[in-house]
């Protein structure tokens, strides 16, 4: 099948973002191609201009992704001429979520000659809760699982998380391995850094990948961090693919992170 796609790396997490129109008949079809073009794929999604500052973004399984909101924006604010060193405000339409998500986009140097950004997204608030014993953090489009990063194996986590999905009924899900997890959930972090190792399910795609970067679990241990702050939280999230920035102010989070649009 032929169609044309972004190919975008925001923090590692490599995503494709299909910009040809689409039918219930050749969705799916898109979706498992995409993976097959560009192996290092981790997630996929539909863009749809609307107007000169707003884009809409369908994720593979209907989910939300900080990361892909980030990209579709990037590529936006690109297709209407945004030049190094401007800013400007893109609003993304997103799968996932009830209201539109403002992101902030900041054009950089390029890096190796593709275009690249820096942008802030206003990210959804989530509830905060515990499922089995661990902190669950819980946005519209997806939620996100707390847990320690030692003690469970590659196989033990693909199968845990494919069993929360079931049982807590969400339209995707994220197990956050995080090596500083006691003081976490101690609320008495020695730093504002923490490490990550994400792992994210899709039913609605069938999809189980473990991520070199994902946002909207940076920003599940950000905001569960900042539930013990006294004042305004930052946090610094480490992940395989880079460094993600969470900063939470009278209960908001917004997430902060680079893109890389490595084809247009």
């Known amino acids: 099948m032929k169609f044309d796609y972004i190919l975008a790396d925001p923090t590692g997490n490599i995503t494709v973002l299909v910009k040809t129109p689409y039918n219930d008949n050749t969705r799916s079809d898109i979706i498992r191609e995409s993976f097959e073009k560009e192996p290092s794929c981790e997630q996929v999604g539909f863009v749809m201009p609307v107007s000169d500052k707003i884009i809409r973004l369908e994720m593979m399984g209907y989910e939300f992704c900080g990361h ?3 990209s579709a924006a ?10 190094c060193g401007q800013e400007t405000v893109i609003s993304v339409d997103s799968s996932g979520v009830d209201d539109l998500l403002d992101v902030i986009i900041r054009r950089i140097p390029d890096r190796s000659g593709a275009p690249s950004f820096e942008g802030t997204v206003n990210m959804p608030v989530p509830a905060v809760s515990s499922f089995r014993g661990y ?8 939620s996100h699982l707390i847990v320690p990063a030692g003690g469970i194996s590659t196989e033990e ?14 339209s995707a899900l994220g197990l956050m391995l995080c090596s500083e997890y006691d003081e976490l959930v101690s609320g008495d972090p020695s730093s504002e850094s923490v490490n990550i190792r994400p792992l994210v399910y899709v039913p609605g795609s069938d999809t189980l990948i473990w991520e070199h970067g994902c946002a909207t679990g940076s920003t599940a241990v950000g905001f569960y961090r900042s539930q013990s702050a006294v004042s305004g939280s930052h946090t610094i999230i480490k992940q395989p693919g880079g460094i993600i920035h969470v900063d939470v102010t009278d209960g908001q989070p917004d997430l902060t992170a680079t893109v890389t649009l490595l084809s247009v």
Do not use: N
């Not at 902190?135 to 997806?142: C, N, T």
């Open 68 to 70: 892909a909101t980030l």
């Open 74 to 83: 990037a590529w936006h604010a690109l297709q209407h001429g945004l030049d």
């Open 135 to 142: 902190p669950l953090v819980q946005f519209s489009g997806i």
């Open 157 to 170: 986590a693909e199968q845990a998380v494919k069993q929360y999905t079931d049982e807590l009924g969400v």
